[in-house]
């Protein structure tokens, strides 16, 4: 490709629409533009590194058996009725009308799509395993799309989903795809590290995230650095979540004293209890809180240091439906405001506490009379306790839930997802096969994403510098910019500069050629903020000396003779697209 050929609309500024740098950078090296919050066009040179990372993972997915397929994005409410999910993923479906008036959806994702397809062309054991791939546009209506690519309301993803006669096998069918996406990340030159993640409200199923770390990753990922245990926040757990050990500073003694109200005016936080004169530290205040779960007031414990997760408290509620009390709610419920609160005596709501509550005395909670607190609560003798969870979230330090050793927080970028689902879909939509007593069974069914356009854009938050994007070689729009500094046709310059574009095409090297009439330093410039791994830069003086200079992106620069540059580059070349 010739440079005053194509499109790329190279930008100085930083656009002020782009708050992290990858996004930034997508606008500035001319590989996207935004259409509208959300939405973005690819430009030719964002659509090449789309589809090299595209390929890559095509190529991971064959190698590991699957099987692509391209389904409708559009698709029928009907289906989305029969899984339950037109209600649960309500706040996401794109809804549209035909011209009859009649409903469709735009795929968020495409279990739906598949499992019906499932049910009508499997019957029998000998068909399966089968695990079928796309790669697809994607509609979701998320509540804050943001960070260009990260979060769009239309994405390419790629998504597969795989069907088996036994859990074994599936579980072989899970292990296969989680290899796969080791591989496939590796090749697109991203540091991933699959996490354990939150499995939602399906029990007995497991699932993994791939997570690039990254400060402006939207989730937060718990890792022991001795032992390696790593997982999303949302389901991590560290040794003191099932502590179940006195708390510090409570006797014995308190076991046996009565519960005792005592005034505490316009004391509505556990920072206000915590002070004098009532200095009740955190960890022996039990915090209340409200939930609506299915329409009906729940109530959840925790110890006043401790923060709610609710990716755990959907788990032990076993719904996705719930959201916290409305201050009216509350009221209307418990008869006082929310920092008043408290399960002592409460018997017509379900109350669920934390594990680290589990046989605590000599507690203080609210009064559920506003103003007032109680102390001497002896948690197994004065509350109703209908579910013990762990509820908490792990904070940064506390022991490795495996080793003890502390654990870390960090950022990071969600890019892909493993899921075991078992047999939720092919139950309500009908995925049967006829097993080897001839005994109708539902397919086991996992799940698998990759966030394609999210990955593209993961890959330059993790790799650039001041200058702009250091592409992986696997996935550089172009691999090689020659830049010549002079580009008049008949300049030895311009030749030298034709015949390396050439013999490096003829070599199957991707090449761009800046045959633009600009200043050298804007041609370099520009070829560093695309961020082409590796430049050869022509000019009269090193031509004079017979050589031409050429620079790794991320590396220094050499001089090599005209006759060996081709034979030096595609020498680099190799040696980068070495597994
Ligand atoms: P998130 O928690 O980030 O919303 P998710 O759990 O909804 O992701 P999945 O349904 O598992 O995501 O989709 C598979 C992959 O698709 C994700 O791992 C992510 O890489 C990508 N993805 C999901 N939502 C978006 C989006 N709005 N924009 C771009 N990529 C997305
Ligand atoms: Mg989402």
């Known amino acids: 490709m010739r440079w005053s050929q194509t499109l790329i609309p190279t930008l100085k500024e930083t656009p002020a629409e782009a708050e992290i740098i990858s996004h930034q950078l997508l606008l500035r090296a001319g590989l996207i533009r935004k259409l509208t919050g959300g939405l973005y066009t690819f430009l030719p040179l964002g659509l090449r590194a789309l589809r090299k990372v595209e390929q890559i993972v095509r190529e991971e997915m064959n190698r590991a058996g699957a099987l692509e397929v391209l389904m409708p994005a559009l698709q029928p409410p009907e289906i989305w009725q029969q899984s339950g999910r037109y209600e649960v993923l309500q706040d996401v479906l794109f809804k549209v009308r035909d011209r009859a008036k009649k409903e469709w959806v735009l795929g968020p994702t495409h279990e739906e799509v598949i499992t019906t397809l499932i049910s009508s062309e499997i019957s029998s054991y000998r068909q399966l395993p089968k695990n079928f791939y796309q790669i697809q546009t994607k509609f979701r209506d998320e509540i804050r799309p943001r960070f260009g690519l990260m979060r769009a309301k239309e994405f390419v993803m790629k998504d597969a989903y795989s069907f088996d006669a036994t859990d074994e096998l599936a579980q072989e069918s899970y292990h296969k795809m989680y290899e796969a996406y080791a591989r496939i990340f590796h090749r697109c030159g991203l540091k991933s590290i699959p996490v354990e993640a939150d499995t939602g409200v399906m029990g007995g199923k497991f699932s993994h995230e791939f997570m690039v770390p990254a400060e402006t990753g939207e989730n937060e990922v718990v890792f022991c650095d001795a032992c390696g245990y790593a997982a999303n926040v949302e389901k991590a757990m560290s040794a003191s979540c099932r502590a179940t050990s006195p708390i510090a500073g409570s006797l014995p003694s308190q076991a046996g004293s009565a519960v005792e109200k005592f005034a505490t005016p316009g004391v509505v936080t556990i920072e206000a209890l915590s002070k004098p004169p009532y200095s009740v530290p955190p960890e022996r205040q039990i915090k209340t809180l409200i939930y609506i779960a299915d329409s009906k007031p729940v109530l959840i414990l925790l110890r006043g240091d401790d923060q709610l997760n609710e990716a755990k408290l959907a788990g032990a509620l076993g719904t996705p439906t719930f959201r916290p009390g409305e201050s009216e709610e509350i009221f209307t419920a418990l008869r006082a405001h929310p920092g008043s609160l408290g399960a002592v005596g409460v018997s017509e709501y379900r109350v669920y506490a934390d594990e680290r509550l589990r046989g605590a005395v000599g507690m203080t909670t609210g009064a559920n009379e506003d103003g007032f607190h109680l102390r001497n609560v002896v948690v197994d003798r004065d509350l109703r306790v209908a579910g013990w969870a762990d509820l908490r979230l792990v904070q940064e330090g506390e022991p490795c839930i495996k080793c003890g050793r502390p654990l870390r927080l960090q950022r990071a970028i969600e890019v892909g997802h493993v899921f075991k689902l078992g047999v939720k879909y092919s139950v309500a939509l009908n995925a049967l096969f006829l097993d080897e007593s001839g005994k109708q069974q539902p397919a086991i069914m996992g799940c698998y994403g990759i966030g394609i356009t999210r990955t593209l854009q993961a890959i330059i938050e993790q ?36 015949t390396i574009y050439q013999r490096l095409l003829a070599r199957g090297v991707d090449a761009i050629l800046d045959d633009r009439n600009e200043r050298p330093g804007v041609k370099f410039k520009d070829s560093e903020l695309v961020g082409f791994p590796i430049r050869i830069g022509i000019g009269e003086k090193s031509l004079a000396k017979g050589e031409v200079e050429i620079k790794p992106r991320a590396g220094a620069l050499v001089g090599i003779p005209v006759a060996k540059a081709v034979e030096h580059v595609a020498g680099l070349v190799e040696e980068g697209l070495k597994p």
Not at 478 to 495: F, H, N, Q, W
């Open 463 to 498: 790799s650039h510098d001041k200058d702009g994007i250091i592409w992986p070689l696997r996935v550089a729009p172009y691999t090689v910019c020659i830049t010549p500094l002079t580009v008049a046709p008949e300049s030895g310059v311009m030749k030298s500069a034709e």
